[in-house]
């Protein structure tokens, strides 16, 4: 492919598709369409998909069969080339199902819809009871927000439709859309080759993130501990575990029988709270061996919640003694009060615990719900369609993709029904979220389904559990959106893979990011964007990277337990779980951001040098005039800077943004990064690479952190030589400058400020003819100051 083909392909494109409500008259011949007049929808950012719906509820008086004399009845529904059946019941014939099938019309190919009732049997053919017709052009459409449809007795016919046999059947048939409410439990005809329990997991779900906390352990202290050894004195350490958590006191400096402490252990814990606070007080006897003193286990729910920064009260714990012999088993639990253990524990609910890369936070409320402040706007997205998805999997020889999409903001995750064997599947699923703050981001990632059943065969190969594949990921920050506008567009699904840089296809959405105060989105432009506890007692930088990690396990661990499960995998990816880790093409990403940050300085400093070498004339002499002028009017100065930067501003409006970002693979620096370095980003912690190759990434490891070393170093020469300058480590430097500075605040102090503005400017902006090419005087005389570079071994 041209590379300049390419890089547009990478590119944010415009869509326009069909959004909002258009009824047709009637069903599935029904001429003309009705647009709906109401200016909002609860399906107005997507396009409609209609539906024909079958609510089979249930079914009397059906005749057993006459051989057996029992009858275990279920419903097929037949609409051209696709069926779907009703669970069975084993004898009964007053049976109730409450299922609802869902056919699209897109694909309808007949002109009846067919309702079976059957009896099954066990061996053999399943036995015909009856059936019921519907004429297609006779469907009534549902249009919302009509109450649903009221279902009718319906008596059973024979084979050919010629008379009428015992038993009815309860049905309701209507037209409608992916709106109606009974869609999204229905079974639809998208997925009817899925069976048993993968239905389930290709219907759409909302799912909430658990509730999160953190747990503040203040070990303060502990009295009267005894280890075996009682001729020695313990050297004492705490350590306590919530879950999978497990974090140490320091140890006691002073071998003691009382070790103080006074250490904050921070955990994270979800509600329901299903683990507890185990917490254990051991004796280092030997660099490599331990001892249990005593142990603690508490529930965590009985410690109290703090909204705010007050302290809450130390309570003293007993502890359960452990370290008796073999042979004394029975005392092992024993409660001893001389030895016990003094703790502050509470539930941090006034902090916001941070689950997601802090770069694209999408939440930032505290835990409890009263310090929630009122919700600033609503945003909808419209989960419309993907286009051009590659195949994912084989399946009978052939590829395909059953491609399903999951948004994420705030608390709240979505899951769009799974589109089974296609590549261009259409969802046109609607969703709406509070929004608390507009400085936050949504990211919306498309995977591929592997547990919908069937002997799939993954395309990676390989055996052990499969996984559903990620496709791509989107994200948009709300800041950068106007409020009240509908954005339409197409975002390119880019993966970075160890071969490289892979588009696998696109995926069209519509957004709208609705304000609902004003006053108060531009109030929070001014404050934290954090709760104030963030502030007021701080995490260290190490805390958070720790605590973040363990809450991102806990969200992916409570929600792949859900029904269907939102997979494990499916939340790590979402929530970039491994955004940490080192990798070469991030580095240099990050490294041309910041050159990217000076180029305006780097480009204004050209242009000064450019004046001062005078290599435009008129240029340099309109400076002149404009320096002269701030001379002698310097209150100008700032309101001449401040005014320069509206009317850049005012300027800059008619170029701004029209679309929102999207993944840029060229400031990501993925468009041409060597193998190699992928490779590496792609390597487990700890590396699962050969030697020989794990030596070789080391090695270039330690030359790029040589560079940065050289650098760091020259930054310290320079800052020691400015200390340099009156420390006295050079006698003659000092001395000279001593005497340079005296001399400098008497001439300061009898020439007017202006003067001495004046002759500096046109010192300056002298022309080339009076400048040297050698370096300048206080130059020289810098570079010759000493450093502590010296002293370095």
């Known amino acids: 492919m041209n590379p300049l083909n390419r890089q547009e392909d990478f590119k944010l494109k415009d869509t326009k598709p069909q959004l909002g409500e258009r009824w047709p008259h009637g069903g599935r011949g029904g001429g003309g369409w009705i647009s709906s007049d109401r200016a909002t929808s609860t399906y107005d950012l997507v396009e409609q998909m209609f539906y024909l719906y079958v609510r089979v509820v249930k079914a009397k008086d059906l005749p057993p069969n006459p051989v057996t004399g029992n009858c275990d009845p279920y419903v097929e529904v037949k609409l051209g080339n696709y069926k779907g059946k009703t669970k069975h019941f084993e004898k009964k014939t007053n049976p109730e199902w409450h299922q609802v099938f869902a056919f699209s019309k897109e694909k309808i190919q007949s002109s009846i819809l067919e309702v079976f009732v059957r009896d099954r049997e066990m061996v053999g053919r399943d036995d015909y009871i009856g059936k019921v017709i519907f004429d297609m052009h006779e469907v009534p459409t549902r249009v919302p927000p009509d109450s649903p449809l009221a279902p009718q007795w319906y008596r059973l016919e024979d084979r050919h439709a010629d008379s009428k046999v015992k038993g009815e059947v309860m049905l309701a048939v209507w037209m409608g859309t992916q709106a109606d409410e009974a869609f999204p439990e229905a079974w639809n005809s998208d997925a009817a080759s899925v069976q048993g329990e993968g239905v389930f997991s290709v219907r759409s779900k909302v799912y ?349 661990v409570r929600l792949s337990r859900a029904e269907p499960p939102l997979r494990k995998e499916v939340v790590e990816y979402m929530l970039d779980v491994d955004s940490h880790m080192w990798s070469m093409r991030r580095s240099k990403a990050n490294f041309f951001r910041i050159l990217s940050l000076f180029s305006g300085v780097i480009s204004m400093s050209k242009w000064l040098g450019e004046v001062c070498q005078w290599k435009n004339p008129v240029t340099t002499i309109l400076v002149h005039v404009l320096f002269f002028i701030l001379i002698c009017y310097p209150e100008l100065i700032l309101p001449t800077i401040f005014l320069y930067m509206f009317l850049i501003g005012i300027w800059n409006y008619r170029f701004r943004p029209r679309h929102p970002p999207h993944m840029d693979t060229k400031l990501s620096c993925a468009e041409v990064v060597h193998p190699d370095e992928l490779d590496e980003e792609f390597d487990t912690f700890p590396t699962s690479k050969q030697q020989d190759v794990a030596r070789m990434r080391y090695d270039r490891l330690r030359s790029v952190a040589g560079r940065i070393q050289t650098v760091v170093g020259d930054m310290a020469t320079q800052g020691e030589r400015f200390q340099a300058l009156l420390s006295w480590r050079d006698p003659r430097a000092t001395a000279l400058y001593v005497i340079f500075c005296f001399i400098a605040a008497f001439v300061l102090y009898i020439t007017p400020f202006k003067i001495i503005v004046l002759i500096t400017g046109l010192f300056w902006f002298r022309h080339p003819r009076f400048r040297s090419k050698l370096p300048s005087v206080p130059s020289n005389f810098f570079r010759r100051l000493p450093s502590r570079a010296d002293s370095l071994l």
């Not at 002073?254 to 250490?263: A, D, F, G, K």
């Not at 916001?352 to 009263?370: A, C, F, G, K, N």
């Not at 800041?479 to 069209?508: A, C, F, H, W």
């Open 208 to 556: 909430v993130s658990p509730k999160l906390w953190y747990l503040r352990v203040n070990v303060i202290e502990a009295q009267d501990v005894e280890p075996l050894d009682r001729s020695q004195q313990p050297q004492v350490f705490v350590k306590a575990q919530v879950g999978n958590q497990v974090l140490k006191t320091k140890l006691c400096p002073i071998r003691t029988n009382n070790p103080t402490w006074n250490e904050d252990l921070i955990f994270v814990a979800a509600e329901p709270f299903e683990e507890q606070l185990s917490l254990t007080v051991e004796n280092k006897v030997t660099p490599a061996k331990d001892e249990i003193m005593g142990r603690l286990i508490l529930p965590l729910h009985n410690f109290e919640r703090r909204f705010d920064h007050r302290p809450v009260h130390s309570r003293w714990f007993n502890l359960e003694k452990f370290g008796f012999g073999a042979l004394e088993g029975d005392k092992r639990h024993e409660l001893k009060f001389s030895s016990r253990v003094h703790l502050r524990v509470c539930l941090e609910g006034a902090y916001h615990v941070l689950d997601e890369s802090t770069m694209y936070i999408s939440d930032q409320r505290p835990t409890v719900r009263q310090l929630w402040k009122n919700p600033i706007g609503i945003l909808e997205v419209g989960i419309l369609s993907a286009q051009g998805l590659l195949p994912m999997k084989t399946k009978e020889g052939k590829g395909n993709t059953d491609a399903y999409c999951v948004a994420k903001y705030g608390l709240k995750w979505v899951r769009t029904r799974t589109i089974l064997e296609s590549f261009n599947p259409k969802w046109n699923e609607q969703y709406t979220w509070e929004v608390y703050d507009p400085c936050t981001v949504i990211t919306l990632g498309v995977f591929d389904n592997c547990h919908s059943g069937g002997n799939e065969k993954s395309g990676g190969g390989g055996g052990g559990a499969r996984l559903d594949s990620r496709i791509g990921k989107v994200r948009i920050r709300l800041s950068t959106l106007e409020t009240d506008r509908i954005y339409t567009n197409s975002y390119p699904l880019l993966v970075l893979q160890p071969s490289g840089l892979k588009k696998m296809g696109e995926l069209q959405l519509a957004v709208r990011f609705t304000c609902l105060s004003l006053a108060h989105m531009i109030y929070l432009y001014g404050h934290p964007l954090l709760p104030k506890m963030h502030y007021l007692h701080p995490f260290t930088v190490n805390q958070l990277d720790s605590l973040r990690y363990q809450a991102m396990n806990i969200v992916a």
